[in-house]
């Protein structure tokens, strides 16, 4: 039994003592009402004791909560995957610590859909949990999309956004494109999903077939696959059954917050990093950090929906968002929206400042900027930074 099936059973049966609890307690009716020494009931220290959602540790705590696959530890892929992450902790633990902004954030959507947790570790398997991982194929994010996937999925692809290495969104649509194939295709079944989400639907449905016409039972395990994708499971098998028991294979995984370790702020107006760093006070890099799938340094409501902030900082910037504009001589960049005929030097002309300060408050490699591009024109407190 999973640990949540175990959880749903405690749920229910709280409920129940609660029912049975309120019509104890309910008034006086208009029969005579006769005391029981002995309540059918459990007394009140009952739900001092009871625990119906547990306090987690961390996010690794959380996880195992959500493991719910009997992990596969007698295959010898499996094994043969286990041995090789215990002869290289340092590399678990490095990959692992880059999961930090995003685990606590990924757990919570696979909670949502009830999806099991050995999905949040599909990310150490396709990009080592780098966000701006891109393959030599071309697949690209934590998730590596490929630009075919990627748009048949609504990912958009544009000059200064790539929703590939958007993590909200590329998570969302990794999770919908696993879910609607196992529907599709699987009755369900999630690990033969996966295998579809590696190699290809139809690659995995034609050994599907050969596997049933052999009189075999046609799951994950007894399909012949690609090589890469024969591995694919026994990896993520071996990842779960590290995350279960850490201690018993030598490897300790580093602390991450049991709560995302940041929220999201709704994109209603163009805006510039370099702005939203200074009204959130956090380092233009750490925001961009969050954001890599703005790679133009600005967001506006066509491309992406949502911008990421450090979770400390989500009342400050939605105050200043909404309070009255400040001036730049308040320390706050003037947006300018670039038009035809702009240039750089141009606007340093009518901004008063040097085509340098503009270039390193908006991160511009070169003096090329195009038509609808946001630039912070910064005053010269911001621009000495």
């Known amino acids: 039994m999973t640990h949540r099936k175990m959880r749903h059973q405690a749920l229910g049966l709280a409920g129940g003592l609660a029912l049975v609890g309120s019509l104890a307690l309910a008034g006086p009716s208009s029969q005579a009402a006769t005391v029981n020494p002995h309540p059918p009931y459990p007394s009140f220290h009952f739900w001092d004791s009871l625990q119906l959602e547990p306090q987690f540790a961390d996010a690794w705590a959380r996880l195992r909560e959500n493991l719910q696959w009997k992990i596969h530890e007698g295959d010898e892929r499996v094994q043969r995957w286990i041995a090789r992450y215990r002869a290289s902790p340092q590399n678990v633990v490095a990959i692992t610590e880059r999961a930090r902004p995003w685990l606590a954030w990924i757990l919570e959507q696979l909670e949502k859909r009830d999806l099991p947790g050995e999905l949040a570790l599909i990310p150490f398997i396709e990009s080592s949990f780098d966000p701006e991982a891109r393959s030599h194929r071309g697949a690209a994010g934590l998730w590596q999309f490929m630009p075919g996937t990627a748009d048949a999925l609504g990912l958009q692809r544009r000059r200064g956004y790539d929703g590939r290495l958007d993590v909200v969104a590329s998570t969302r649509a990794a999770l919908d494109y696993i879910e ?10 999630i690990e033969l999903s996966l295998a579809a989400y590696n190699a290809g639907a139809g690659t995995v449905n034609r050994a599907r077939n050969a596997a049933l016409a052999r009189g075999e039972r046609g799951d994950y395990w007894s399909l012949r696959l690609p090589r890469e994708t024969m591995q694919y499971l026994p990896k993520l098998h071996a990842l779960a059954a590290i995350v279960a028991e ?16 940041f929220a999201t702020i709704t994109v209603d107006r163009p805006l510039e990093l370099g702005r939203l760093a200074d009204l959130a006070d956090v380092s233009r890099a750490e925001l961009a950090a969050l954001n890599p799938g703005l790679t133009g340094g600005h967001v506006h409501p066509g491309t992406a929906e ?3 902030v450090p979770a400390e900082q989500e009342a400050l ?69």
Do not use: C, F, K
């Open 306 to 308: 949502v911008v990421l």
């Open 246 to 261: 850490p201690e018993a294979y030598g490897i300790e995984l580093p602390a991450i917050d049991t709560t995302p370790a």
């Open 317 to 385: 910037l939605q105050a200043r968002l909404s309070g009255p504009a400040r001036s730049p001589q308040r320390g706050v960049a003037m947006e300018h929206v670039v038009q035809r005929g702009d240039t750089l030097s141009r606007l340093a002309s009518r901004y008063g400042l040097s085509v340098n300060e503009i270039r390193r408050h908006n991160g511009l490699e070169s003096d090329v900027i195009h038509v609808g591009q946001v630039l912070a024109m910064p005053n010269r407190s911001l621009a000495s930074r």
């Open 180 to 189: 609607l194939q196992a529907e599709q295709w699987y009755d369900g079944d």
